[in-house]
């Protein structure tokens, strides 16, 4: 069974940093592709980032280029979300997933198929 747990969000200032960890389990990480998506209230799931099997290749959403980074330590069966320049609109529960098929590239939501319960992230004005 695979589960997915978040860790790292909290409360921050606008201007701060914060760093996600996503532990996999039950699945070893380095054939999927990773992901980070973000909802907040009202609004639609976002794709924040994702990065491949290998981590040769990444994807941001619009909104975070320049100022997120995502990595992953396949020797941890990790995933990493660094966010760097937060502002108020970056609050959100950010959520990791990954796609069920092996080496599949995915960027929306609809091509992931587990996930995790999600961390909050909340950035002050």
């Known amino acids: 069974q695979v589960h997915l747990v978040e860790s790292g969000g909290g409360l921050v200032q606008t201007g701060g940093s914060l760093r996600l960890s996503c532990a996999v389990s039950?699945?070893?990480?380095?054939?999927?592709?990773m992901g980070w998506f973000r909802q907040a209230p009202g609004k639609e799931r976002e794709v924040v980032a994702a990065i491949s099997f290998t981590g040769g290749r990444t994807y941001y959403g619009d909104s975070v280029k320049g100022r997120f980074t995502i990595s992953r330590d396949n020797t941890k069966n990790t995933v990493y979300l660094q966010m760097n320049s937060l502002k108020p609109e970056d609050t959100a529960v950010y959520y990791c997933a990954s796609p069920r098929l092996t080496y599949q590239w995915a960027e929306k939501a609809s091509e992931y198929d587990y996930w995790g319960q999600g961390t909050q992230v909340t950035v002050s004005s």
């Open positions: 039950g699945r070893t990480v380095n054939i999927y592709t």
